[in-house]
């Protein structure tokens, strides 16, 4: 019988363009406020890509951190695994081309397309080839440049998103004494077309021809989410035989601060066990939870043996949620 393989966190990093963009900054592009933003999101600021900062030198900047953070280099990866829904190209995909800025050669990589959900997506997928064996490392990688795809008159939709990039580094390792319970444990994604038009973008190659632009019904988006994100993260609490008093720290995707707020209420775990970022970064849609990872293993409140919920929701509808042991 082959031994049992589990997909560790070894390391992880994060990348930010260097403009913020704070909410007073919007006088003037929109009629909005700093006040008006702040209590429907809670967002106080976002970075902005700028020239020269793409999707790509992002991930690729986030991995190296990841890297040096996981204390390997680059070629003792085998696998890239990429979520974008903002690629620097229609193809190739952005993956490949940060395998290649990167200097490896070997192994695989691609994209991952579930917008705010494209973590979990990512992540799940990788420690599904590092489980049978066909890779041993991979770079899990989050990166949006959001702000290329907005409408900048649209004041419901160009004040909620940022840019950035977030990884992690997993290595399947044999299940034993050595990973003490660490690792993937359990993950749960959904999807339901039926909501596309509630969150999507009006342009594309094969339709228009164009980028396009994010439109967005936030009403719409806010009356699934709460109920959506719970179905998926009580269905990873049976599955690993835990409840919320057992989570260490919960770390949603970052699109609302009344989303999570309500979310946590309602599964019923301690607001102080919240990562929250979005006040800094705003919405970096599959960026936004290893940008959270990111900063609350920097700042040392996730460590090793905590067990550390994830969960998102995005355009399609697509959702999930992730257990995780550090």
Known sequence: MSEKIVSVVRGTGSALPARIMRNQDFTGVVETSDEWIRQRTGIEQRHIAGEGETTVSLAEAAARRALEAAGLVATDIDLIVLATATPDNTFP??????????????GFAFDVHAVCSGFLYALTTADMYLKSGQARRALVIGAETFSRILDWEDRSTCVLFGDGA???????????????????????????????????????????????HLRMQGREVFKHAVGMITDVIEACFAAANVGPADIDWFVPHQANRRIIDASAKKLGIDIDKVVITVDRHGNTSAASIPLAIDTAVKDGRIKPGDLVLLEAMGGGFTWGAVLVRW
């Open 93 to 106: 995909a952005s993956a490949v081309h940060v395998q290649n800025r990167l200097g490896i050669s070997a």
């Open 166 to 212: 977030g990884a992690v580094v997993l290595e399947g390792v044999p299940d034993g004494d050595e990973t003490s319970g660490r690792g993937i444990l359990v993950s749960k994604l959904r999807s339901d077309g039926s909501h596309r038009e509630k969150l999507y973008v009006d342009g594309g190659p094969s339709t228009t021809g164009t980028v396009g």
